[in-house]
């Protein structure tokens, strides 16, 4: 067991893709803490496939190195505010923060996001201005920035008086002094030896640990991993465990593991403030206390914000379904999401009248796109709705989520941008030009945001960049927020998708899909160029004759279709729609299949609207 005043615990927290995970990266290679000869790889952190194909984190992960005599316990969090209920639970974990912020960028929506987490807990800070190698680096301009927002956030005159540490992620490079940097990160580890506090809990006190993370093994079960909030643990000692809702069981602690580096190695022992690994108790989850048996005292239940975005998950009905997938059932869907509820504490889901239909809640799109990618690639098909804003009523008046909303375009494309999100009642706050950039910060409603990012890069030419994260909730701003205005081709038939049925519709709109696809009545494979929908036979053949004709050998060119992402996808819904999703397939296809029980369906929404 290291001495108290050894151990250094710090959370890394950052605007998505400011480089927390490269900077773990270089702290975990210059400390010593791998062989010469032992093979690394980048962003050794993110291990999930995810993670490594969109260059995000987006789950905690926490390691540990040794400098000097010290300990220092690091854990990554995600930057993203879809994944804020990691980031909330991380901060029970540690004493201080490392603020990674661009040189370039500055500070982002979740810069704020992530920072008013730490502020909130009293956690020491120290700003590291990254990427000081870049051309276009501005670090002055940057600490400036990030001095308003502490004194925005209320932080307190500790808080204030931060610590800067400049450095470069990519070249494992840190100094005191912008424009002189050192060679290696020692800067850094020295800053946070010297401004990070030490843990303060009694190691004589009885036990109590808070499950802040949860991993699995196979052979070990759940494991547990939090932070020793004061006493001492052993392997095989009896705890109890005091769940979320206050009830106690007994258990016995099998296996006890430390951290070195990206290794859990097994430790006899651990003590208050040490960040530890718990296998051998069933049925914990995240939140729970493990305390001493002969005095069981509870800590605070985690708070966590709570879900600004639904949607709804059905099992798959398409003609298709069952072809390509390996899980297709309502109870394998049911028993998925529960094991999702385990680790995620930011998910809700509930029950419809339906047994094949559940309503799942969550922070954002991103969020709720990475549970469905995940399920695919376990091999689920299932169907979804549109993602669906959840309406608040708040001392009696309907509130909505609104979002803070930061885009950089070129200056002509400016006028567009703004009639855009004009007509998706957002409301300017800020405007900076960096010399034929512009930088524009909106508040918007969360429903304005839902389709616009594909609207967005067409506006920018692909040049624009838009980040947002949740603000608060606001008085609601009536229907026809945001949408989609265009109609869709819908197919008329099932078979296969034609060159000739394709090249007979192209000028009706743009195409989804290929010429070889295969295709069901009610499947969506395009989007019309007026705001109404069409059925359309894809499928058509060219009718075979023996009169030969002069423009038989003319070459035929087809207009690029254009292919979604499940984010895309996502987007794109309407409201009498689905996104079905199969491990190798993404189609869009209307709620009803069949075009009259379509059209009576329509009829008599209209009825029952005029009627009310």
């Given at each position: 067991?290291?001495?108290?005043?050894?151990?250094?615990?710090?959370?890394?927290?950052?605007?998505?893709?400011?480089g927390?995970?490269?900077?773990?990266?270089?702290?975990?290679?210059?400390?010593?803490?791998?062989?010469?000869?032992?093979?690394?790889?980048?962003?050794a952190?993110?291990?999930?496939?995810?993670?490594r194909?969109?260059?995000?984190?987006?789950?905690?992960?926490?390691?540990?190195?040794?400098?000097?005599?010290?300990?220092?316990?690091?854990?990554?969090?995600?930057?993203?505010?879809?994944?804020?209920?990691?980031?909330?639970?991380?901060?029970?974990?540690?004493?201080?923060?490392?603020?990674?912020?661009d040189?370039?960028?500055?500070?982002?929506?979740?810069?704020?996001?992530?920072?008013?987490?730490?502020?909130?807990?009293?956690?020491?800070?120290?700003v590291?201005?990254?990427?000081?190698?870049?051309?276009?680096?501005?670090?002055?301009?940057?600490?400036d920035?990030?001095?308003?927002?502490?004194?925005?956030?209320?932080?307190?005159?500790?808080?204030?008086?931060?610590?800067?540490?400049?450095?470069?992620?990519?070249?494992?490079?840190?100094?005191?002094?912008?424009?002189?940097?050192?060679?290696?990160?020692?800067?850094?580890?020295?800053?946070?030896?010297?401004?990070i506090?030490?843990?303060?809990?009694?190691?004589?006190?009885?036990?109590?640990?808070?499950v802040?993370?949860?991993d699995?093994?196979?052979?070990?079960?759940?494991?547990?991993?939090?932070?020793?909030?004061?006493?001492?643990?052993?392997?095989?000692?009896?705890?109890?465990?005091?769940t979320?809702?206050?009830?106690?069981?007994?258990?016995?602690?099998?296996?006890?593991?430390?951290?070195?580096?990206?290794?859990?190695?097994?430790?006899?022992?651990?003590?208050?403030?040490?960040?530890?690994?718990?296998?051998?108790?069933?049925?914990?989850?995240?939140?729970?206390?493990?305390?001493?048996?002969?005095?069981?005292?509870?800590?605070?239940?985690?708070?966590i914000?709570?879900?600004?975005l639904?949607m709804?998950?059905?099992?798959?009905?398409?003609?298709?379904?069952?072809?390509?997938g390996?899980?297709?059932?309502?109870?394998?869907?049911?028993?998925?999401?529960?094991?999702?509820?385990?680790?995620?504490?930011?998910?809700?889901?509930?029950?419809?009248?339906?047994?094949?239909?559940?309503?799942?809640?969550?922070?954002?799109?991103?969020?709720?796109?990475i549970?469905?990618?995940?399920?695919?690639?376990?091999?689920?098909e299932?169907?979804?709705?549109?993602?669906?804003?959840?309406?608040?009523?708040?001392?009696?008046?309907?509130?909505?989520?609104?979002?803070?909303?930061?885009?950089?375009?070129?200056?002509?494309?400016?006028?567009?941008?703004?009639?855009s999100?004009?007509?998706r009642?957002?409301?300017?706050?800020?405007?900076?030009?960096?010399?034929?950039?512009?930088?524009?910060?909106?508040?918007?409603?969360?429903?304005?945001?839902?389709?616009?990012?594909?609207?967005?890069?067409?506006?920018?030419?692909?040049?624009?960049?838009?980040?947002?994260?949740?603000?608060?909730?606001?008085?609601?701003?009536g229907?026809?927020?945001?949408?989609?205005?265009q109609?869709?081709?819908?197919?008329?038939?099932?078979?296969?998708?034609?060159?000739?049925?394709?090249?007979?519709?192209?000028?009706?709109?743009?195409?989804?899909?290929?010429?070889?696809?295969?295709?069901?009545?009610?499947?969506?494979?395009g989007?019309?160029?007026?705001?109404?929908d069409?059925?359309?036979?894809?499928?058509?053949?060219?009718?075979?004759?023996?009169?030969?004709?002069?423009?038989?050998?003319?070459?035929?060119?087809?207009?690029?279709?254009?292919?979604?992402?499940?984010?895309?996808?996502?987007?794109?819904?309407?409201?009498?729609?689905?996104?079905?999703?199969?491990?190798?397939?993404?189609?869009?296809?209307k709620?009803?299949?069949?075009?009259?029980?379509?059209?009576?369906?329509?009829?008599?929404?209209?009825?029952?609207?005029?009627?009310?």
């Open positions: 067991m290291h001495a108290r005043d050894k151990i250094k615990n710090i959370a890394i927290i950052a605007h998505v893709d400011h927390k995970t490269t900077l773990v990266d270089q702290l975990l290679r210059q400390s010593g803490t791998f062989r010469e000869n032992e093979a690394l790889q980048e962003r952190m993110d291990s999930n496939d995810l993670e194909e969109r260059g995000i984190t987006i789950l905690a992960k926490n390691t540990s190195i040794h400098y000097k005599d010290y300990l220092i316990n690091i854990v990554d969090t995600p930057g993203h505010a879809d994944f804020g209920g990691e980031v909330e639970r991380i901060m029970k974990m540690v004493d201080g923060v490392l603020l990674v912020v040189s370039f960028e500055g500070c982002m929506p979740q810069t704020k996001f992530v920072l008013r987490k730490a502020l909130e807990h009293q956690l020491q800070p120290i590291v201005v990254n990427k000081i190698d870049r051309p276009n680096a501005r670090p002055t301009e940057v600490i920035e990030v001095l308003e927002l502490f004194i925005e956030l209320e932080a307190n005159d500790e808080q204030l008086d931060f610590p800067v540490v400049y450095a470069s992620g990519l070249q494992g490079k840190s100094s005191l002094d912008p424009d002189v940097q050192g060679d290696t990160m020692e800067a850094l580890y020295e800053a946070i030896v010297r401004h506090p030490s843990p303060t809990e009694s190691v004589e006190k009885p036990l109590q640990f808070q802040t993370l949860m699995y093994n196979e052979y070990l079960g759940r494991i547990a991993i939090g932070r020793v909030n004061r006493g001492q643990i052993r392997q095989g000692q009896p705890v109890a465990v005091i979320r809702e206050g009830g106690t069981k007994h258990a016995r602690v099998e296996k006890l593991f430390g951290f070195q580096g990206l290794k859990r190695i097994e430790v006899p022992e651990a003590g208050a403030g040490d960040i530890v690994a718990i296998a051998g108790i069933k049925d914990i989850n995240i939140g729970e206390t493990i305390a001493d048996p002969a005095n069981p005292e509870a800590l605070p239940v985690l708070k914000d709570e879900p600004t639904q709804t998950f059905l099992v798959n009905n398409s003609p298709f379904a069952g072809r390509e390996k899980w297709v059932t309502s109870r394998k869907l049911r028993e998925r999401l529960d094991k999702e509820l385990e680790t995620d504490v930011s998910l809700r889901v509930e029950e419809t009248d339906s047994p094949d239909a559940f309503i799942v809640s969550g922070r954002g799109e991103l969020h709720l796109g549970l469905i990618e995940n399920m695919r690639r376990e091999g689920f299932i169907q979804v709705s549109k993602p669906e804003v959840i309406i608040k009523t708040i001392d009696g008046q309907k509130m909505e989520p609104i979002e803070r909303l930061i885009i950089d375009i070129p200056e002509e494309s400016m006028g567009a941008v703004m009639e999100l004009g007509t009642k957002a409301e300017m706050v800020n405007m900076t030009n960096n010399g034929g950039q512009v930088r524009l910060e909106f508040l918007i409603p969360a429903r304005g945001l839902i389709g616009y990012r594909t609207h967005f890069l067409t506006l920018t030419r692909g040049y624009g960049i838009m980040n947002h994260a949740f603000d608060s909730y606001g008085p609601y701003q229907s026809g927020v945001g949408g989609r205005h109609g869709v081709l819908v197919s008329s038939e099932t078979g296969v998708a034609t060159l000739y049925g394709i090249l007979s519709i192209e000028d009706r709109g743009t195409l989804f899909l290929e010429p070889g696809a295969e295709v069901y009545e009610g499947m969506i494979v989007e019309h160029n007026r705001d109404n069409i059925i359309v036979n894809i499928c058509k053949e060219k009718q075979l004759t023996n009169v030969r004709s002069a423009t038989k050998e003319d070459t035929v060119k087809m207009k690029t279709p254009r292919l979604y992402s499940l984010e895309q996808a996502l987007e794109y819904l309407n409201d009498d729609e689905y996104c079905e999703i199969t491990p190798k397939s993404i189609r869009l296809r709620k009803i299949l069949n075009k009259s029980e379509r059209e009576r369906a329509e009829k008599h929404r209209k009825l029952s609207e005029a009627n009310s």
